[in-house]
């Protein structure tokens, strides 16, 4: 089992910057893929990031690419997400999980096995 939760989500102006952090316990940290994931009111859930086991390769959106870097700190189990130049359409429930996706399938969020709850980022223009 793995417990995930997420902090850091908030009301920012666009420009601006936030930054997410996960914090995991349970199974070990080091075993997992991490991801993030968000969902919009009446939209479905999208991927945002993704980050290996070791931190060696990170997997983006398009919609993300040079204003969102994906990081872990094992000695913290935390992953975080740090999100710069923030636009009014990523507005949306920020959600982390982990698992063990192949690579190929990093961006398919049924194979994350856990989930945190949530939090709640807000992008005003």
């Known amino acids: 089992q793995v417990q995930l939760v997420e902090s850091g989500g908030g009301l920012v102006q666009a420009g601006g910057s936030l930054r997410l952090s996960c914090a995991a316990s349970?199974?070990?940290?080091?075993?997992?893929?991490m991801g993030w994931f968000r969902q919009a009111p009446g939209k479905e859930r999208e991927f945002v990031e993704a980050?290996?086991?070791?931190?060696?390769?990170?997997y983006y959106a398009d919609s993300v690419k040079g204003r969102f870097t994906i990081s872990r700190d094992s000695a913290k189990n935390t992953v975080y997400l740090q999100m710069n130049s923030l636009k009014p359409e990523d507005t949306a429930v920020y959600y982390c999980a982990a698992g063990d996706p192949p690579a190929r399938t990093v961006v398919d969020g049924t194979r994350y096995d856990y989930w945190g709850q949530g939090t709640q980022v807000t992008v005003s223009s």
């Open positions: 980050i290996s086991r070791n931190g060696g390769r990170t």
């Open positions: 349970g199974r070990s940290f080091s075993s997992t893929v």
